[in-house]
């Protein structure tokens, strides 16, 4: 169904590529990954679903006065990276991103699997991690239940991240196994529960993943979007019942995005095909990215 259209009243999306050379404050990239994926997924038809949902929602926060981030930022749209899955892709994947976080204060890589939490980290430079995610991701092997592993130990030297500078949000109940759970404990990774979030608060968490992962100088923030409640992401395969609520996503979103070391982030496990008939889970990715805009306006 085509959009209405109203001059008074710009979209969000639709920005163009960037120019090699030139300045921009936030690049998006498609990195559709699914080949590893440990279930069916068809989450490499997501970023033109994301981009497909963008135009659907504004651009302004409405606040004394209200500010389109269409105005306040200099947005671009990087198209996708081609076949990122493999040691061929990652690496494509991998010098893509780099080239554009040298011109960029933030790249924003829309996924696909999480897979692509581990080169998109790599191509920032990124020395801090932040996760929001009901999973550990923490698996042996290659898949998209291996990103934070695989940044811990299989990244070259001087790409790796320290496990110490790593903070997880939003770990569920029933949604991971002990031996994984003991790995983050050995490994000094900080974990944040889904209860510990709502006991404490997201301004808190915030502000203590912020100081944890920011002990370097640039972080990546991998928002996984099945961390939240089901009914709200049906198109995200291994979401579970009781997760965060779709606000309390934007709101860690938003409130992590706002610090200047962040350098990058994606936005992971969204399957279109399988989303619901509304594309309730693909709108919530794109208000996501509109999220990270958000923080990167307020500076």
């Known amino acids: 169904m085509a959009l209405p259209h109203d001059e008074l009243w710009p979209r969000a999306g639709s920005w163009p590529a960037p120019v090699a050379g030139e300045k921009t404050d936030a690049v998006l990239l498609g990195v559709p990954t699914w ?5 069916s997924t068809g989450a490499h038809a997501t970023p033109a ?22 105005d306040a930022l200099r ?59 009901a999973h550990y991701d923490l698996r042996d092997g290659v898949s998209n ?13 001087g790409e790796r991240i320290d496990p110490k500078r790593i903070v997880q949000i939003g770990i569920a109940d029933f949604a991971n196994s002990a031996a994984y759970a003991q790995r983050a404990a050995e ?25 944890v992962a920011g002990a370097g100088s640039r972080i990546h923030l991998d928002i996984d979007v099945d961390a939240v409640d089901r009914a709200a992401v049906p198109g995200c395969p291994a979401s579970v019942p009781g997760g965060f609520a779709a606000w309390e996503l934007r709101a860690l ?21 399988a989303d619901a008939e509304d594309g309730r889970t693909v709108r919530l990715a794109a208000l996501c990215v509109l999220e990270l805009l958000a923080g990167l306006a307020a500076r």
Not at 255 to 265: K, L, N, P, Q, T
């Open 253 to 273: 979103v938003r409130g992590i995005a706002a610090d200047e070391r962040v350098v990058s982030a994606d936005l992971a496990e969204v399957d279109a095909t």
């Open 49 to 70: 679903a994301i981009r497909e949902a963008l135009p659907r929602y504004s651009a302004t926060l409405m606040g004394t006065p209200a500010v389109d981030l269409n």
């Open 75 to 133: 947005i671009a749209d990087a198209g996708d990276v081609h076949e990122p899955d493999g040691d061929e892709g990652v690496q494509r994947a991998v010098d893509r991103v780099r080239e554009l976080a040298a011109d960029s204060r933030l790249v924003i890589a829309l996924g696909g699997d999480n897979s692509l939490t581990y080169p998109v980290a790599r191509g920032a430079g990124a020395d801090g991690l932040i996760t929001i995610d």
């Open 187 to 211: 490994w000094g990774i900080r974990v944040i529960t889904l209860d510990e979030v709502r006991r404490r608060g997201i301004a808190d968490v915030v502000a203590e993943a912020l100081e």
């Open 145 to 157: 239940g291996s990103p934070v592993r695989r940044l811990v130990q299989d990244a070259p030297e």
């Open 35 to 39: 080949r590893t994926s440990i279930s």
